[in-house]
């Protein structure tokens, strides 16, 4: 008799997502977020326990489910989201009128080495969108699926952040691009020299077309002037001794 192969059940992956619901049922003023799908992000709880900061670059966005949790973990009172999906103004605008403790100012645009203009491949899963190509070996994977291509602003990161009001201290950058995190933190020379910790998704499988190497992102930060302080596995990645992809957690020293 063949056996049929059923999928590993990611059991903190399932308690994470229920957690997310538990803090979106407990107040009323949270419903209007439930009933567009987002959710804080949780899952760095740990990982930056403890830590307050004043402002916080958001880079790569989404919907704004990091700028949410930054404001109820980490004290935010002024955030700057970036992020390149076309329809994203409006619907983080949604998400920053939740915000009311917080100033929320929003780049619809993404962040480079050099200004220009990309195509983004906007995937299934629109947090899993990327200037660059999914790779081949990625293809059966739904939420990877490719449903758009259109062409999108880039822009120097130090250009478009330091036009903006002051990054009062103390500053937190985090960075989730799916694969271009190198071309961006190439362009955020400045804003680094500034910021007290950055909070950067890195990933160790392929899964773009000529993603960044993570060995090249810790090393950048390590010249920086950082010094890894945390690493945490992305949820939904496969909890193996193996990372698929991982938040790396970096502190000036």
């Known amino acids: 008799m ?32 439930l009933r567009r799908g987002v959710a804080p992000s949780l899952e760095h709880d740990d990982l930056l326990a403890g830590r307050h900061y004043e402002t916080v670059v958001d880079v790569g966005a989404n919907l704004g489910q990091f700028a949410i949790w930054a404001v109820e973990a980490l004290g935010a009172r002024r955030i700057v989201c970036v992020d390149p999906l076309p329809d994203v103004g409006a619907r983080l605008s949604a998400t920053a009128a939740q915000l009311h403790d917080c100033h929320v100012e929003i780049v619809n645009a993404a962040l480079g080495s050099r200004q220009g ?19 081949p070996t990625q293809g059966s994977r739904h939420a990877l699926r490719e449903v758009a291509s259109p062409e999108v602003d880039v822009l120097v990161g130090d250009d478009a952040l330091l036009e903006l009001a002051p990054l009062h201290r103390p500053l937190l950058v985090k960075i989730d691009v799916q694969g271009s995190e190198s071309e961006v933190l190439q362009g955020l020379t400045e804003v680094l020299g500034r910021a007290d910790a950055v909070l950067v998704e890195v990933s160790f499988a392929d899964v773009y077309v000529g993603q960044s190497d993570a060995s090249d992102v810790i090393q950048t930060m390590l010249d920086a002037g950082f010094a890894l302080s945390g690493i945490a596995r992305v949820p939904g990645s496969r909890p193996t001794w193996t990372l698929d992809q991982a938040d790396l957690f970096f502190e000036r020293r």
């Open 117 to 135: 203009s990309r195509t983004l491949h906007i995937t299934a899963a629109s947090d899993s969108s990327s200037l660059l190509a999914v790779a």
């Open 2 to 33: 063949m056996r049929v192969r059923r999928p590993r059940v990611d059991g903190a992956l399932i308690a994470l997502r229920l957690s997310k619901l538990s803090w979106l049922m407990r107040r009323r003023n949270r419903w209007t977020l």
